[in-house]
């Protein structure tokens, strides 16, 4: 037992003491090269891949991740909201729009009536803030916003993607921009096969984090963030009613389903910096400590949850910038 002390006291004060690593030179394969390189697959990276594709550009687009739309599929915010003027008027189309009519056409999302767009009538306001598509403080009208369902999100762009021409590739982590001549000429790459470089005419950085720009070393300011996870319970008996009671949940396009933001009434108390690993796990474990507490206690204390179960916690953290 001691000696097993003794052993690990050793090796903790010989890591305390290395700094760096030295790794051997090595040559990294070149898997592909293109017009242009989209690094990140959320909703903005497959616009700027799709949109690419359609102008008659070669493109190929990588995500860390094993689907596409990011924060709107994996992280649960299954709402696009406002976009309209808040007068009736759409303001905000193009894929946005094109990714709602490929949902809808498959029953999948819930807008208000064109219609009803700018309309200040208290009981079309109160049906919509029951979807979660009507925040902020009032006066309220009802706005062109939609509640989808995050599966068919992700289909939808999965399809936009191959009908374009894109070529994607899922499960890569971005790891280093390759610079020549005072740009960036291409992206390495880390993934289960090994490393491999993309070269690229044109590189665009939809990381979210700019894991690209920054690798490249241009300037940048970081800030540490609340985060929490959406979660989704089915099996929630009247969802109507049950919302009426009153409580942080909303409507989705699945019968007996809810979607519960931020995954506790409480957010987590520590901000932490999202590019560190150390600080990641402490949120996803703590974020997911939360939801749990918070089903407990819906079940416990609202009628209608007491038969629910626990359908999908977000895969991706959700943050907020916090004044200190």
Request: aromatic share 8%; glycine share 10%; charged share 25%.
């Amino acid at each position: 037992m001691l000696d097993d002390l003794a052993f690990l006291q050793q090796t903790v004060s010989m890591a305390n003491h290395v700094k760096y690593v030295t790794e051997p030179q090595r040559d990294t394969p070149v898997k592909g090269e293109t017009e242009v390189l989209v690094v990140g697959g959320g909703s903005a990276g497959v616009s700027a891949a799709v949109s690419a594709a359609r102008n008659g550009a070669d493109v190929m687009l990588v995500e860390r991740l094993g689907y596409l739309g990011g924060l709107a599929t994996g992280g649960l915010i299954a709402l696009l909201l406002t976009l309209d003027d808040g007068r009736g008027k759409q303001v905000i189309g193009g894929l946005c729009q094109e990714v709602t009519d490929r949902i809808q056409r498959r029953c999948a999302a819930y807008f208000s009536p064109r219609e009803e767009w700018g309309s200040s009538d208290e009981s079309l306001v109160t049906r919509d803030q029951a979807w979660g598509l009507v925040w902020g403080h009032g006066p309220h009208r009802v706005r062109y916003s939609v509640a989808y369902d995050a599966e068919e999100f992700k289909f939808a762009l999965n399809q936009m993607v191959e009908e374009a021409g894109v070529r994607l590739l899922l499960h890569c982590y971005a790891c280093d921009a390759l610079i020549e001549n005072g740009r960036i000429a291409g992206v390495a790459f880390q993934s289960k096969s090994g490393r491999f470089a993309i070269r690229a005419r044109t590189v665009i950085d939809a990381t979210g984090d700019g894991d690209v720009f920054t690798s490249a070393g241009a300037p940048y300011e970081a800030e540490k963030v609340l985060p929490w996870l959406w979660f989704t319970m089915g099996g929630v008996e009247n969802v109507e009613n049950t919302i009426k009671q009153g409580g942080w949940f909303f409507r989705t396009v699945r019968d007996g389903q809810v979607l519960l933001p931020w995954g506790a009434t409480e957010r987590v108390s520590r901000k932490i910096d999202a590019t560190d690993p150390e600080d990641l796990t402490y949120a996803e474990l703590e974020c997911r400590k939360r939801v749990m507490e918070q089903v407990d206690r819906l079940r416990a204390e609202i009628p209608g949850f007491s038969r629910a179960h626990l359908c999908h916690i977000a895969t991706n953290l959700e943050s907020l910038r916090a004044a200190d």
